[in-house]
C-alpha cells in the first residue's frame, strides 16, 4: 500500500506513550516519525515534511511546549494537537490562540488519538486537494489578458454578449472573438468547464476575497 505524504510526528517523553501511540497510527498508510523531546524534533528540522503534529505541553530540556508553538506558527498547514493533563482556562485559551488545533488529556488514549488524528488527517488530505486544484486553475486562467478577464467576470455574473459589449462599449462581435480567446488560452471545453475554474480560484480565496484577477 502506497504511502501519502501525509506526515505524522509525535513528541512524547514517556516511551511507553510514544510507542503505544506510534503503533495506534501506524497503519501503513501514512508516515509516522517519533521524538522523545521538543529539542530533538527542532533538531531533526521536522517541521517542513510534517502534516498533524502531536506533542506533550511539558517537554523536558529547554524546548518546551510554547517554543514548539512557535516553532509551527511558521508552518500554518501543520495541524497541531497538545496532550496537557493540567491545564487552567488561560493556558488551554492561550495555548489554542497560539496555534493549537485541539487539546488531548493526558495520559492519551491510544484510540482517541487515532481517532482524531485520522479526522485531521482527511481535512488535511482534502484541503491539499483544493490548494491543487486552485493551482491548476490558476495556471490555466493565468494568460488571459486584463480584457479578457474583464470579460471572464462578466460572463461569471451571467451576462450575455450584447449585455457584456454595452458594459465594456466594444461590439458583440468582438466579445465574440474574445470568448474564444478565453476558452482556447485556459483550456475549457465548455462554458461550464470555464466557469468551474474561475470559481475554484475565487472560491478557495474565500468570500472575504477581493475581485478575482487571474494573471498580470
Do not use: Y
Not at 83 to 100: H, K, N, P
Amino acid at each position: 500500500m502506497q504511502m501519502s505524504g501525509a506526515h505524522i510526528h509525535l513528541v512524547l517523553p514517556d516511551a511507553t506513550e510514544r510507542a503505544a501511540c506510534f503503533r495506534a497510527l501506524a497503519d501503513g498508510r501514512h508516515i509516522v516519525r517519533s521524538f522523545a523531546s521538543g529539542a530533538d524534533w527542532l533538531d531533526a528540522g521536522a517541521a517542513d515534511d510534517c502534516a498533524v503534529l502531536l506533542f506533550h505541553w511539558a517537554q523536558p530540556g529547554a524546548v518546551d511546549g510554547s517554543a514548539m508553538l512557535a516553532a509551527i506558527a511558521q508552518s500554518p498547514d501543520i495541524a497541531c494537537f497538545v496532550a496537557a493533563s493540567r491545564l487552567s482556562v488561560g493556558e488551554s485559551r492561550a495555548i489554542l490562540r497560539g496555534g493549537a488545533t485541539d487539546l488531548l488529556p493526558a495520559p492519551l488514549d491510544p484510540r482517541l488519538v487515532r481517532s482524531v488524528i485520522g479526522d485531521a488527517l482527511t481535512a488535511w488530505e482534502r484541503q491539499r486537494a483544493m490548494h491543487a486544484d486552485r493551482r491548476a486553475a490558476e495556471a490555466r486562467l493565468a494568460a488571459l489578458t486584463p480584457r479578457e478577464r474583464d470579460i471572464l467576470d462578466a460572463i461569471a455574473a451571467g451576462l450575455g454578449n450584447k449585455a457584456i459589449a454595452r458594459r465594456l462599449d466594444v461590439s458583440p462581435r468582438t466579445v465574440e472573438v474574445h470568448r474564444a480567446n478565453i476558452m482556447r488560452r485556459s483550456g475549457a471545453a465548455s462554458v461550464a468547464e470555464l466557469l468551474r475554474l474561475r470559481f475554484t480560484v475565487e472560491f478557495a480565496r474565500g468570500p472575504s476575497a477581493n475581485p478575482v484577477h487571474f494573471g498580470a
